[in-house]
């Protein structure tokens, strides 16, 4: 056998997208795809009450992906992450209790015509006096985070932001706790809707923008005043209304760092897409803290990972050994 | 003449409402009405640039509301404050900058068929290093709230609660400064749109959930970190997904709160509408801040105290005297 040698179907199906990557014995990626094909896509015509009709939009939905891979390879195993693994998705893979390590060792298999498509399970925390919290997708980049980065032991905090930003805390490999800031999502809304929807132009990169609007966020008057501030700064000729929303990403950006950085973090790994991991880094940097900026991509090596702790690849050798 | 006899014409015209009052010479309500006729139902078939055209919409608008009033009482005088006097509305009557007064001696006249209507002018601090900020319809509410309470005098923080919270503090009778929360907003924009949005259910009240929201905005984790929250609380089966609502909005006028709130503060004045109030004077109430609550009503008071002050009510006068 050699490198080139596919050994696993891997996939990060999650709402809005699907990736798809084929991977050799190494882990290496022989070949990838960005379908676009995400649950909302995938079950767009689909009466999700019924069980087989929502099966087979999936099982479809995945051959249309990778269907030529299993063709030429037959019984190569699949292994996919993110919302597919969902209530809403192909089949529901729970979630795991945290405190717990980035292995799965219980994977959840949904059957298909060619095989066996193993889903990762999520991540939560049960709502107690405070609200708890999931994660389902960003607990297959933080196996991809681990395996990349040289020193994975000690203590560890993973930034990944996005629509909904996780901050999660990692310990001697183990994820002990994490937290939601659903900053994105104000993002998208305040730009799409209401006032400063209406006092912004179409955007242009403005980097002074944005630090002014870093600036204003790490002030004291609160998210919905200083979010507010970027009207009168338009109003006053102040800020050029398309500056408008690299101002509020600053603004937004600094609001969640003041609140969810611990005083005594002086490190903290960067994972997502690298224009949002440029200007977390940038946030902070202003607070005097180091960011190690991986890309989105680690999923790949995630699953990869979780694929190998599970025995999955050791299935298909055996398969392979004893035909 | 009698305390029944109509001394002036009195509207509180905003954005998406109107209200008329007619008010006797001591100042009391002879008659209202509250017509819903907004700016945006003013002008919704009228091209803006059309300055002819605006006018037009504006007094027609006007007269549909008041015209009975002026048949009966040819020469009324009138006086209109709120965004009827910005420059979408029917003259752009500018702003006081602040530290101001709240008399407002150069009120803005607009003239149409049957005499004046005059318009006050909005509050303004100007964008320098920090956003500014701008008030138009709330300083009629403060002119309103500052005639109705005992003391007038000495320092006092008015807090004006609604889709964009106004905090105003007032020294001897002189507005030195306000700011702006766009706490409804965000209230309207997250149960209308996005993922609370899908996991709220149609609301309910429930009290329970408000303080419960209040209690978690006051943490310290961060509004785009509390208000997720209530996700997982749905998710969980701790919180009702109709109850999501009132969780939010504990959660966002805590954050509002805690970060607009004085440390040194005793006590507000609360000014809005009465179940807002309501709920902002719990919160307040959590902070051991007593709250004066003052109904939306004292817009006519403020009109009342504006138009003596501008001498509006004795040109009417003069010319009774002096046919």
């Known amino acids: 056998m050699t490198d080139t040698e ?13 990736r798809a990557w084929l991977l050799g014995r190494d882990g290496g990626i022989l070949d990838a795809r960005d379908t676009g094909r995400g649950l909302l896509t995938t079950t767009e015509d689909v ?23 299993l063709t030429a390879c ?18 529901d ?8 390590p980035l292995d799965f060792p219980s994977l959840v298999p949904v059957f298909h015509r060619d095989g066996v498509l193993h889903l990762v399970p999520g991540l939560r925390i049960p709502s107690g006096d405070d609200p708890g919290d999931v994660i389902r997708g ?9 395996e990349t980065l040289a020193h994975p032991g000690g203590s560890l905090t993973v930034v990944l932001p996005g629509t909904h930003s996780k901050w999660v805390r990692v310990e001697e490999g183990v994820v002990t706790g994490f937290t939601t800031a659903m900053t994105g999502e104000l993002y ?33 008057r609160g998210l919905a005043t200083e979010a507010f501030g970027a009207r009168p700064l338009v109003l006053d000729g102040v800020l050029a209304p398309e500056s408008l ?59 990869w990972r979780i694929a190998t702790a599970a025995g999955l690849l050791e299935d298909r050798l055996e398969r392979t050994l004893k035909p």
């Open 6 to 18: 596919p050994a696993l179907i891997a996939l990060d199906w999650g709402t809005s997208g699907q």
């Open 47 to 69: 009466d999700l009450r019924d069980p087989r009709a929502k099966a087979a939009a999936y099982e479809s939905a995945f051959r249309q992906a990778c269907g030529d891979w």
């Open 74 to 91: 037959p019984g190569l195993p699949a292994l996919a992450s993110g919302m597919v693994g969902s209530a809403q998705g192909w089949a």
């Open 93 to 100: 893979s729970g979630y795991r209790t945290v405190p717990a």
């Open 138 to 146: 960003e607990e297959t980049q933080l196996a991809g985070a681990l």
């Open 188 to 220: 998208g809304l305040l730009t799409a809707h209401g006032i400063l929807a209406r006092t912004a132009a179409d955007p242009v990169a403005d980097d002074a923008a944005f630090s002014r609007g870093l600036a204003a966020g790490r002030r004291s």
């Open 245 to 303: 929303p690299d101002y509020l990403s600053g603004v937004l950006i600094a609001d969640e760092v003041s609140h969810l950085l611990h005083a005594s973090e002086t490190h903290v790994v960067l994972c997502g897409a690298r224009e949002l991991c440029r200007r977390y880094a940038a946030a902070l940097a202003e607070r005097g803290v180091e960011a190690t900026v991986l890309s989105e991509e680690i999923t790949a090596r995630g699953l």
